[in-house]
């Protein structure tokens, strides 16, 4: 008989960004998760991928990093996935409204179906839903707080040649 492979828990660390407290998680390959919280948990796990992602991030919010390059791994619909993928084409410092986004994917009466897909997106900032607006440019829709999307949004702003 063969021996079972052990399920090693999934790793997570808490890291105070500059628009607050992140609970970043991963499986043994890929970053699975971030989440915004109100304050960190007493426990933490660390593990290669996420103190990656940490540095990674750390770069972004002090103006060095415009791509991410880390394996990701979505729990999510095909469609879903589909509306994460497209949401990483998004180029720094630009935005795309949902209609864009749904044409993108081939749904294209889709938009309210890619907003909620946003709104689901488990991998904020490196996934950047924030890049996302409504069709008339205004900001819409951004689950962690309407102040954070604005703030992400003027941050890569300063960074653009």
């Not at 998680?25 to 998760?33: I, P």
């Not at 979505?74 to 410092?93: D, N, R, Y």
């Not at 309210?112 to 904020?124: E, K, L, M, W």
């Not at 069709?135 to 702003?157: C, I, P, Q």
Request: hydrophobic share 40%.
């Amino acid at each position: 008989m063969g021996r079972k492979e052990e399920k090693q828990a999934p790793a997570f660390i808490y890291w105070q960004s500059p628009i607050g407290w992140l609970r970043l998680s991963a499986d043994q390959e890929a970053l699975t998760g971030i989440e915004f919280c109100r304050e960190p948990g007493s426990t933490a796990t660390a593990s290669p991928v996420l103190r990656e992602a940490v540095r990674q991030l750390r770069e972004y919010f002090g103006g060095q990093r415009k791509i991410f390059d880390l394996p990701l791994h979505f729990k999510g619909t095909a469609f879903q996935k589909k509306v994460w993928a497209a949401l990483c084409e998004i180029p720094f410092g630009q935005t795309a409204s949902y209609k864009e986004i749904a044409r993108k994917i081939g749904h294209p009466q889709s938009m309210r179906a890619v907003g909620a897909a946003n709104g689901r997106n488990p991998i904020p900032i490196i996934v950047p839903c924030h890049r996302v607006i409504g069709a008339d440019g205004r900001l819409v829709g951004y689950s962690s707080g309407l102040w954070r999307k604005e703030w992400l949004l003027n941050h890569e702003k300063q960074f653009l040649p």
